[in-house]
């Protein structure tokens, strides 16, 4: 039945909000985000699942091609279900089984195979060349304070400042698009930023997903790439931070992640999709910054 609620209604509501709420399996909607994003996200097709507050703007906005699933505790505690809505509830286990069994009957309805990834080794390969090369990176296209912004397949406004950059990026989210926010920092340092993906999802009525690189690259990386074409990408990255060098490597991990952003940037708008990418020169000063912004 999670099958056909995934991929079986008509019209299609391809994205999946995922709601924690009350279930006492911390994570399972990050595990089913990564899970259903690389598994279906392919040939043009696909589910964008997002990972929903209780009280995210995207549950109030009537969103006609949402479709809501609350992770909780015991459904049949349950009496009424918000009018098409779905509850889930279970084991660790049967949750795993549940999910797994019900993205293959998912992938069956979309008609495509849900157990390959083929435009995760696109930004791969992009980013090993920029590091093969150790080049530096592409200079800003300008620089507003402490923030440096460059664009890829997104046209830059005359004023340059990061709000009307921003405003440009927002603007190109279609009716039936989607907003991802991707912050190539320290989560546990910077967990504030995490308040943008609200904040930017009441502004602009659309849903907004928030991953963490580089770690989403292999999961809803795929989706990014190969879903549908209608994603508009805010990057956030870090300038002069500390750095660690990598044993027998001659690079840095700071190197390595800049070029798996620039990569996955470069490989996003060959596929013609608008990317924005912010350079903090002060992470934290920077993000508050930032975080006044997404919500003006």
Known sequence: ????????????????????DGTHIVGGGDWAEQLIAESTGKEGKGLLPIVLETDAPELTLGLPDLQVIRLVKDARATHEVTAGEVEIAGSLGAQLLTWEYATVVAGRLLGINPFDQPDVESAKIAARALIDDLAPSAPPAFTDGTVGVRAAGLVLPAEKTVDAALDALLATVPADGYLSVQVYLDRIAYPELEELRASLAARIG????????PRFLHSTGQFHKGGPAYGSFLQIIGAGADDVAIPDRPFTFGQLITAQAAGDASVLADHGRPVLTLILGDIRGDGERLRELSGR
Not at 206 to 213: A, E, I, L, M, S
């Open 1 to 20: 039945m999670l099958g056909a609620v995934l991929a079986g209604t008509r019209p299609l509501k391809d994205k999946i909000g995922i709601v924690a």
């Open 206 to 213: 659309r849903p907004v997903t928030f991953g963490w690189g």
